[in-house]
């Protein structure tokens, strides 16, 4: 879908603020109410926008720790990946998951409520799973910047 201004000034808009009305995201973009409306409904449709979520504090709600997690596969097949991609995305501690290029095969970001639940992590769940080399930990020690609205010109 081709986008133009005012779609870019739509979506600048919404990923500052997912509550704002349609009346009010109209007036912002110089839209009437249903032609605004009808905008980002073709936006949600056609995939553009994939949802609408409140952002949490992760701290706040007892996940202070933040790991990111370089996993090595034995082999680079197609039946390793498979598997990887079908187990990685029914955990609910992993947030982001990268196939990656260089010496590792995916990084993860994990977030856990202190070690001991990390630790249950990477032995109830990582290691069990078939066909991992290895697996490299970082512990996050501040989060200096992190957002998760792009940068649409």
Same mark, same amino acid.
């Given at each position: ?19 704002? =009305? ?45 790991? $990111?997690?370089?996993? !090595? ?10 598997? $990887? ?15 990656? =290029?260089? =010496? ?16 249950? $992590?990477? !032995?109830? !769940? ?12 970082? $512990?996050?020690?501040?989060?200096? !910047?992190? =957002? ?6």
């Amino acid at each position: 879908m081709p986008l133009d201004a005012i779609d870019h000034k739509i979506l600048r808009l919404l990923q500052e603020d997912g509550r704002i =009305t349609v009346q009010a995201l109209a007036e912002r973009v110089g839209l009437s109410h249903s032609p605004c409306l009808r905008r980002v409904r073709q936006l949600e449709e056609s995939g553009v926008i994939r949802g609408y979520v409140a952002v949490v504090e992760q701290k706040e709600v007892g996940l202070p720790v933040s790991v $990111f997690i370089s996993i !090595k596969l034995e082999r680079q097949v197609e039946e390793y990946l498979d598997r $990887f991609d079908t187990a990685i995305v029914q955990w609910p501690e992993v947030l982001e998951c990268y196939l990656m =290029t260089g =010496t590792r095969d995916y990084l993860l970001r994990v977030v856990c409520a202190d070690l001991a639940a990390y630790e249950r $992590f990477i !032995k109830d !769940k990582l290691t069990r799973l078939d066909g991992i080399a290895s697996i490299e930990s970082s $512990f996050a020690l501040a989060q200096v !910047k992190y =957002t998760n609205v792009l940068p649409i010109k």
